[in-house]
């Protein structure tokens, strides 16, 4: 069987110099041939890959075949984001992309953590690399990008920084570090995934045993991110591991799953873990660059970075000067002044707690790892096969002195502005085992983690949750706290909820503001669609006009609000505006309201010949390798984007030559699991489980994933065999 993505992909040319081309050797491809012949694939009715192997790096090995198997174009691009090297297939508009990468990890250093990580480790790594590299073996017909031999040092490089988690903006790193050569560039979109969701939103439940009719804790996994960006798979050992959900492409760890003891569900969190530092600098006369320090002047390091960028049939080369204090490298130019970057530094404890929290089989052995406090930008929601059930959020969080608005930049030449430690794990917010049965967090602050305001985690340092309440969250807890005995069922019912929360805060000021109106004409013109959301019970409907008005409405309030904030915008208070939680009517006239929705009704005319259209005329889901297309098949979808409340996140954009709107980020991988005597469970993926689109589970899955109708869980062997669809060793 061969799930690839398609070969019909107009493949981006690539160098002679490609990553360490050099061919396998003879001794190379027979220890990968033995190791295959160690790994056993089962693909279900589905197309789920079940990967059964002797040890856990066999399983390594057989996890990354597959993910060559299913995505290999994807998985090579996640890693060339990572190594910083983006521009040597994109061209030289993701130069400052890569040199953001490259001022905080490189080969070198990744080579040498590699050395410094645990035999077993080691070995995990190694097999990571060589499952890559026997699937490019077995594929000579395979044309990569950039990589022709993947490293085991390459899972080391986990631990960049997301530009937006500094609150930076390109204009500001490229003022510090302007390039003749590169002038007019802008960042290009990058394939390069932080090691959280994409900010785009994500919900994760947990359900004590007492809130469900089997008496068994259940868990809902529903992460949010780029569509065909993930893999649902089971990964099974002879040394323990048996594990199932969804890894990130280019990675060996699940990210967010289960096993038989215990499930995890990470979402984005705002909770505070990275700082900017004004630099005071000077030059010193035949001496270079320094920067004050508590009344001292110390020498800034400097370093080299060449980077190349495809140019035509060629490779050109830029060559930076970058800059270190013992803050972190400096990353950017504002007023004038230097910004370094603090970030914490844990490349090797990060792996290690990713992979060894998915072998977890108690809470105390789960939080162990959790408490090593190396994660940043995650939320963890929990659930086990014992009863219990949490909610932390965050994981790494400094201990800082108060007085600092630690949102923005603070000064770099003094120790008070130092951290000062970090926050134990309970210390940071936390539920564990509410007496209300439940835990929810949908990218939304933790004092509504159980519902109601908690005014003591009020009283906790404000860095730790500068995160809002969502409208996501505000219709979870509405369907939770009116839910006694809930099932599998019950949960993805609730997880599909079309009701819309910002529709029922915004559109009664639209229809008073018409109330209030005394303009004719515009009385006129609005009289229809107005009468049309009065009728309506803010319930999303693909057979609905007034979802139409109110989404496109709505989202007008987006740039709106993002104009109105502070400048610089901090990463925090921008996303609050794109999930929702700030989203505001403040400042706006019940005229520009009215005219907004005008507007509206224009745009629609324009595309349709009349503002009358359903929602699920222009909000739909088609799959392809090509661009969208308004002649070719797809599916009428209800679900609207997170920021309307939609639990069941579905972004949608116009194509380039579309009228239709087509989904392009929401819900991913979905789990509802119940934790009984016996792990039952239902779950879904985007789509399909193949990314070819000649494959039955190219689609498979579509019609599931849009009505919420999920597939069984098969986690026992047992069942998997009788459901198997296909049984093969990697490269046959």
Same mark, same amino acid.
């Given at each position: ?9 107009? @493949? ?114 190694? &097999? ?10 077995? +594929? ?15 899972? @080391? ?14 204009? !500001? ?18 394939? @390069? ?132 204090? +013992? ?26 707690? +990713? ?27 929990? &659930? ?44 940071? *917010? ?55 005995? @809930?099932?599998? /069922? ?95 009517? /403040?400042?706006?006239?019940? !005229? ?84 009984? /005597? ?51 060793? *990697?490269? !046959?």
């Amino acid at each position: 069987m061969r799930i690839k993505e398609g070969l019909t992909i107009l @493949l981006v040319f690539f160098f002679a110099t490609n990553l360490h081309a050099q061919p396998f050797s003879s001794q190379e491809i027979k220890s990968w041939k033995a190791q295959a012949q160690r790994v056993t694939i089962i693909r279900d009715n589905w197309g789920v890959p079940h990967i059964y192997a002797k040890t856990d790096a066999d399983v390594v090995f057989g996890m990354m075949y597959v993910q060559s198997e299913s995505y290999f174009y994807k998985v090579e691009s996640a890693i060339i984001g990572k190594l910083g090297r983006e521009a040597e297939v994109a061209g030289k508009s993701a130069i400052y992309k890569d040199l953001w990468s490259r001022m905080f990890i490189d080969t070198i250093k990744a080579k040498r953590l590699l050395t410094e990580a645990t035999p077993y480790m080691q070995n995990l790594c190694r &097999a990571y690399a060589a499952g890559m590299n026997y699937f490019i073996y077995t +594929h000579p017909e395979l044309k990569p990008k950039l990589i022709t031999r993947f490293q085991p040092w390459m899972p @080391l490089m986990n631990n960049i920084p997301a530009i937006s988690g500094f609150s930076i903006s390109e204009s !500001e790193i490229k003022n510090m570090y302007p390039n003749p050569v590169l002038k007019d560039v802008a960042f290009a979109p990058s394939e @390069l995934k932080e090691e959280t969701e994409e900010k785009i939103g994500s919900n994760g439940w947990a359900i004590a045993a007492n809130h469900s009719t089997t008496k068994s804790p259940i868990i809902l996994i529903n992460p949010h991110s780029e569509f065909y960006n993930r893999i649902e798979v089971q990964l099974v050992s002879e040394e323990g591991l048996n594990v199932y959900g969804a890894p990130f492409l280019g990675e060996f760890h699940i990210w967010q799953g289960f096993n038989a003891f215990c499930g995890w569900m990470h979402t984005v969190t705002a909770s505070d873990s990275r700082d900017l530092y004004e630099e005071k600098t000077s030059f010193k006369d035949g001496g270079g660059y320094q920067y004050e320090y508590n009344n001292e002047w110390r020498p800034i390091d400097s370093s080299t970075i060449v980077l190349y960028y495809s140019n035509g049939n060629k490779k050109d080369e830029a060559v930076f000067t970058v800059y270190k204090t +013992h803050h972190g490298p400096v990353v950017a130019k504002r007023n004038g002044q230097w910004l370094s970057a603090k970030s914490i530094n844990a490349n090797n404890e990060l792996l290690s707690v +990713h992979w060894n929290i998915t072998k977890s089989k108690s809470y105390k052995e789960f939080v162990g790892w959790l408490d090593k406090r190396v994660m940043t930008g995650t939320n963890t929601i929990y &659930a086990d096969k014992t009863g219990n059930i949490a909610y932390w959020h965050g994981n790494f969080v400094p201990i800082r002195t108060s007085g600092y608005d630690w949102s923005r930049p603070v000064p770099g030449n003094t120790s008070e502005t130092e951290w000062k430690g970090t926050y134990a794990l309970k210390d940071i *917010p936390n539920y564990i085992n509410p007496k209300n049965g439940w835990v929810q967090n949908a990218n939304s602050t933790p004092l509504y983690g159980i519902g109601t305001f908690d005014s003591v985690m009020f009283r906790k340092p404000s860095f730790m949750f500068p995160d809002g309440h969502t409208p996501r969250a505000m219709n979870a807890i509405e369907l939770l706290k009116n839910s006694k005995l @809930l099932t599998i /069922e019950n949960i993805i019912k609730m997880a599909n909820s079309p009701y819309l929360m910002s529709a029922k805060r915004f559109i009664p000021s639209l229809i008073d503001a018409y109330a209030k109106n005394t303009n004719d004409t515009i009385a006129q013109l609005l009289i229809e669609p107005i009468n049309v959301l009065k009728q309506w019970n803010f319930t999303a409907d693909t057979n609905s006009i007034a979802t139409t008005l109110a989404v496109l409405w709505v989202e007008k309030l987006v740039p709106i609000n993002l104009a109105k904030l502070k400048q610089p915008v901090t990463n925090e208070e921008a996303y609050a505006v794109t999930n929702g939680s700030a989203l505001s009517l /403040e400042g706006i006239s019940g !005229e520009q309201q009215l005219k907004m929705l005008i507007n509206v009704m224009n745009e629609l005319k324009k595309d349709w010949g009349k503002w009358q259209i359903d929602w699920g005329a222009i909000n739909r889901y088609q799959r392809s390798i090509n661009e969208p297309n308004d002649s070719a098949f797809s599916v009428a979808v209800t679900a609207t984007p997170g920021f309307m409340g939609s639990l069941n996140a579905y972004v949608s954009k116009k194509g380039k030559d579309t009228k239709r709107r087509y989904g392009i980020s929401g819900n991913t991988f979905v789990a509802a699991v119940s934790f009984g /005597e016996k792990l039952t469970g239902k779950t879904i993926i985007t789509g399909g489980s193949s990314s070819d689109p000649t494959s039955s589970h190219y689609t498979d899955q579509a019609n599931g994933y849009i009505n919420g109708i999920y597939k069984p869980l098969l986690f026992y062997k047992a069942d998997v065999l009788k459901n198997m669809q296909v049984v093969y060793k *990697p490269g !046959e």
